[in-house]
């Protein structure tokens, strides 16, 4: 995350510094620069969870509590997720969804890389799986009206291009949603939280799509209850979760939510929605390793 300036030279050079440490993974070194940024500018938000998440990697999780606590406090809208952060280390109740002001900010900063970092680093599957089993279920088929929930910059579109006459995309980020724009994917497309967007909605979509999107938006009862209320009849809603190994909603070190196959089971059945098929697969790759996940259609039952 990009920081505003903290309005003095020294400080913000030594938070560049401390950036390209922990970027380049010595947290030892990225922590002290972090630390002397805060001695110039004390509670200075940016250093403040920096410092935190660098001692954190060193092990260091004693040091790290107390100046996570003081960046939670002046974290007022959420922009550095430091609500998660408490949750990640046990510190704090795990929030039901992230807040929406670091979700924007986290896709705004990651825009401009979004598909070379994902697609070509870190081997990003979830459009092609979801197509793939929308096939799977209904061959050859073509939707009328579709909804791209979280779109991105537009790869769900493009792989299903030419199969759904008006494609609808809607996605938090502003830059998503500005590339997304550029490379006409879309039909149209919104800057808005996927509820919202559903909610406000006077269509009706026979395809709804999600990939990749419900790991940050944490309990999924309301969103698939709107998604629910703007189905057509059997229509379809297809969409991935990174798996929870145990439990029903997961708060990961990576501050992004798994889900249990018995919940997204549950919540699907008391929105009205019935599973018409479920895989598992590898959603992409971490630091090497394969991140796997539910690929999952469900059908909305008429
Ligand atoms: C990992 S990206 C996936 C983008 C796209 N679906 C794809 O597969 O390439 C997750 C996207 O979901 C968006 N997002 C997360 N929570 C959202 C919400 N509640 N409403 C709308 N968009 C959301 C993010 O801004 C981000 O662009």
Do not use: N
Not at 53 to 75: F, H, K, V
């Amino acid at each position: 995350m990009h920081a505003a300036s903290s309005g003095d030279l020294l400080a913000d050079r030594r938070y560049e510094y401390a950036r390209a440490y922990s970027d380049a993974g010595d947290h030892e070194a990225a922590a002290d620069l972090y630390l002397q940024a805060l001695e110039l500018v004390p509670g200075w938000l940016p250093a403040l969870v920096g410092a935190a998440d660098s001692l954190t990697a060193t092990g260091r999780r004693s040091d790290a509590e107390p100046l996570l606590r003081e960046a939670a406090a002046r974290d007022v809208d959420g922009l550095f997720g430091t609500s998660l952060k408490l949750a990640a280390l046990g510190l704090a109740e795990m929030p039901i969804a992230p807040p929406e002001a670091y979700v924007r900010g986290l896709f705004d900063d990651y825009a401009d890389r979004f598909e070379t970092a994902l697609v070509d680093d870190l081997g990003y599957r979830a459009p092609w799986l979801i197509a793939d089993l929308i096939e799977e279920v209904q061959p050859g088929a073509r939707f009328q009206r579709g909804a791209d929930l979280g779109c991105g910059t537009g790869l769900m579109a493009e792989v299903l291009k030419g199969r759904v006459g008006h494609f609808s995309g809607c996605d938090l980020s502003p830059e998503m949603v500005a590339r997304a724009e550029a490379e006409k994917r879309y039909q149209a497309l919104a800057v808005a939280d996927a509820c919202g967007f559903l909610s406000t909605s006077q269509d009706s979509y026979d395809l709804v799509t999600a990939a990749d999107v419900l790991v940050y938006v944490g309990a999924l009862d309301v969103l698939f209850g709107v998604v629910a209320d703007r189905l057509a009849p059997d229509g379809l809603l297809g969409f991935t979760v990174e798996e929870a190994d145990d439990g029903d909603l997961v708060l990961r070190d990576s501050l992004r939510y798994a889900h249990g196959e018995a919940y997204v089971r549950r919540v699907l059945a008391e929105a009205g929605l019935t599973v018409v098929a479920l895989r598992r697969d590898t959603l992409r790759f971490d630091h090497g390793a394969p991140i796997r996940g539910l690929v999952v259609v469900a059908r909305h039952a008429p």
